[in-house]
């Protein structure tokens, strides 16, 4: 079980889809071309594996090796998503897909005839990119998120999810709930790069992650009064980017006091001429933190702040602390050599199902740059083929085997 | 003279062009559809009239009543401009020409026979709306901005203004100063509505324009490091978002601090993902100050203080203070009734003109919001008649006449 089976060939077919020539990152929006794109390539890797693909009520794509229905508990499930953020980096998504598919060509060149199916999963819409709410795909079919509200959601040009999904040719009136494929998942095994620099701390290429930080986001948006910038006395004003940058400056001081994350990288000022005097901004704020209370007082402490300008904070979706499985997370250690376990400010796929009840966990790929969302994300090919290797044991002993 | 010619019929023609449904706000930027609604609508008006229409090499509209020619010192020329900031107003801009029309007609009703000609000029791309630079069409012709740095502006679909020339079907090759156009300028009154509450306190309609303010454009560019906001410790970051919020709590200070005015109305993030630390932010700068001192001092401010985020700030377009020409303004007082006279921090292509030698003054009519470039921005019926009238008194003095 040391190669990696066709690592190297699946990473090469996908490498350039969605890439931008200039930056060198990905944009790879849902149901964009590039994404589409994602989506057909992993239809074809696994129609050339036999594997029996089927999508659920949003558009995930669940490819299995045997069937889950035999099974009353499901069967164990793998995989992660094909989607990026702006420019963001390679790994991100795509490593947790890539290796599922390589870890499965490991068991098969090993002639293991696994006793539970095997299902490989690429979830919609993980990064939320185009329309501000992430993890939709998981989310949707656990009901965290009703699917009035997923496809009322717009994109910055304005355009709904519902009518992006027609444009892609999808049926949005299909979309919601979906108990059926989320009771298949006996257990979720979700391997993806490190967004930190935990495993270059220690030395190892791989960990497991036992816990997601409490984390949300929020529109907070600032009125203002348009006017000419060159005409209107400074008292007379009321200039919604100043509003929005006391509350780009009241996010990073309240993450500081409460010991949590805050961030603001996306604004939208109206009009936004260079000589017009701001009638409203909007900024989005992501905050994180390792507790439920420090969340809290983090965006309260922000809200109040905010407030001295007339702005308004309104949640656009939030994601409790989430333990993984205990149980889960104790077998991975003991079956990957003490790997250590380490928790994660990032969300995940696996962190909604964990709060659906579904057995989760995860595995993570050393980065050595500590850098994600970026183009300057990376995992060193030895790490990668530790990541798979680690992935096909885990696989192999939870959906246990006759060799 | 106390008639209006055909303001309201002017007017109501171009009322619905380029103006946004939801906002009632004009989106006419240059060279876009609206924008080139405007120049047939112009034309055709000028034809209608029997006016000689000629464009110069930045393809400015110029309609002549009379060859001016003739006159080695050239004619009397008014009017104004026909673009518009977005969500702008209706009457920053059109009521110039408007206005000139109607005040042609006036003339011509009243029997008056020029013994200069009049000329009616609508300029390109005022507001800079589209490529950040602006009175694009007085600078050109001037020289006071070169063809190659123009064409290369780019708007924020990275489109050069010689690609959107190209698009809208003119040549940008011929592009270029434009010394016999702007030779044929005697004089140039440009009438405005009123960008501020000046006579609003004075309670009058119409003012003389004998000054305007130092004013120009700069860039702040904030550098950062892309990483993901959901693990990036407070301390690793470098956030350019954070910088940029400075930036803009900088440029109030300093205007504040002397005495000047500065506003940021236009923030470009990159990536500008809500999940993604920033790795650059551009602001633009809008700065004006009655005096050059003034303007110097408040940019270098701004500039020391940007720099401790590593911000840079470059300098997109420069106007010094420009005063009007004296003898002009002096005349028109006595023509109308001794109108208050005023200056303003608003540049106009009237400003670009006089520093290239041309003797100029505006008119600016009564604005009773105090708003402009904004859909609040208005002028009542009665001062646009004052307007009118105040134009036509002063055409049928400076181009002399027998009636």
């Known amino acids: 079980?040391?190669?990696?089976?066709?690592?190297?060939?699946?990473?090469?077919?996908?490498?350039?889809?969605?890439?931008?020539?200039?930056?060198?990152?990905?944009?790879?929006?849902?149901?964009?071309?590039?994404?589409?794109?994602?989506?057909?390539?992993?239809?074809?890797?696994?129609?050339?594996?036999?594997?029996d693909l089927i999508e659920d009520r949003m558009g995930n794509q669940w490819a299995w090796w045997g069937d889950p229905d035999i099974d009353a508990s499901g069967g164990i499930v793998t995989g992660s998503h094909l989607d990026s953020v702006p420019?963001?980096?390679?790994?991100?998504?795509?490593?947790?897909?890539?290796?599922?598919?390589?870890?499965?060509?490991?068991?098969?060149?090993?002639?293991?005839?696994?006793?539970?199916?095997?299902g490989v999963v690429n979830f919609v819409d993980e990064e939320g990119a185009r329309f501000g709410v992430s993890c939709i795909g998981s989310r949707v079919i656990t009901g965290a998120l009703s699917p009035e509200r997923a496809l009322a959601l717009r994109d910055t040009d304005d355009v709904t999810m519902a009518e992006a999904m027609r444009a892609a040719g999808r049926q949005p009136e299909q979309l919601g709930a979906d108990p059926e494929a989320v009771?298949?998942?006996?257990?979720?095994?979700?391997?993806?790069?490190?967004?930190?620099?935990?495993?270059?701390?220690?030395?190892?290429?791989?960990?497991?992650?036992?816990?997601?930080?409490?984390?949300?986001?929020?529109?907070?948006?600032?009125?203002?009064?348009?006017?000419?910038?060159?005409?209107?006395?400074?008292?007379?004003?009321?200039?919604?980017?100043?509003?929005?940058?006391?509350?780009v400056l009241a996010a990073r001081a309240a993450a500081e006091v409460h010991g949590s994350l805050a961030t603001v990288g996306k604004i939208s000022i109206q009009p936004g001429g260079v000589n017009a005097?701001?009638?409203?901004?909007?900024?989005?704020?992501?905050?994180?933190?390792?507790?439920?209370?420090?969340?809290?007082?983090?965006?309260?402490?922000?809200?109040?702040?905010?407030?001295?300008?007339d702005a308004v904070l309104t949640e656009e979706s939030r994601t409790p602390q989430t333990a993984l499985d205990n149980d889960l997370v104790a077998r991975l250690a003991g079956l990957l050599d003490d790997a250590p376990v380490m928790s994660t400010g990032a969300g995940h796929d696996a962190g909604i199902l964990a709060n659906a009840g579904v057995p989760a966990a995860m595995i993570f790929v050393r980065n050595p740059t500590g850098v994600s969302h970026s183009p300057a994300e990376w995992a060193e090919p030895d790490d990668c083929r530790a990541g798979v290797a680690a992935l096909a044991t885990v696989l192999t002993d939870l959906a246990g085997s006759e060799q």
Chains 1, 2 share one sequence.
């Open 277 to 309: 005097i701001a009638r409203s901004a909007t900024a989005w704020l992501d905050a994180r933190a390792a507790s439920e209370p420090a969340l809290r007082a983090t965006v309260a402490q922000i809200a109040e702040q905010v407030a001295a300008s």
């Open 183 to 247: 009771g298949r998942i006996g257990s979720f095994i979700e391997l993806h790069i490190e967004q930190g620099r935990g495993l270059i701390d220690l030395g190892r290429a791989v960990a497991i992650g036992n816990r997601i930080w409490a984390h949300g986001r929020w529109r907070i948006e600032i009125p203002g009064e348009a006017n000419h910038a060159g005409t209107t006395r400074l008292s007379d004003r009321q200039d919604a980017v100043i509003g929005c940058a006391r509350a």
């Open 1 to 51: 079980m040391a190669q990696a089976g066709r690592f190297e060939q699946l990473w090469s077919a996908i490498v350039d889809i969605g890439r931008d020539p200039t930056t060198g990152g990905y944009r790879r929006f849902a149901w964009t071309e590039p994404d589409l794109k994602m989506r057909e390539w992993f239809a074809d890797e696994c129609a050339s594996r036999g594997l």
């Open 87 to 118: 420019d963001g980096g390679a790994f991100d998504g795509p490593l947790g897909v890539v290796s599922a598919l390589a870890a499965i060509d490991i068991l098969r060149a090993s002639g293991i005839e696994p006793h539970r199916a095997i």
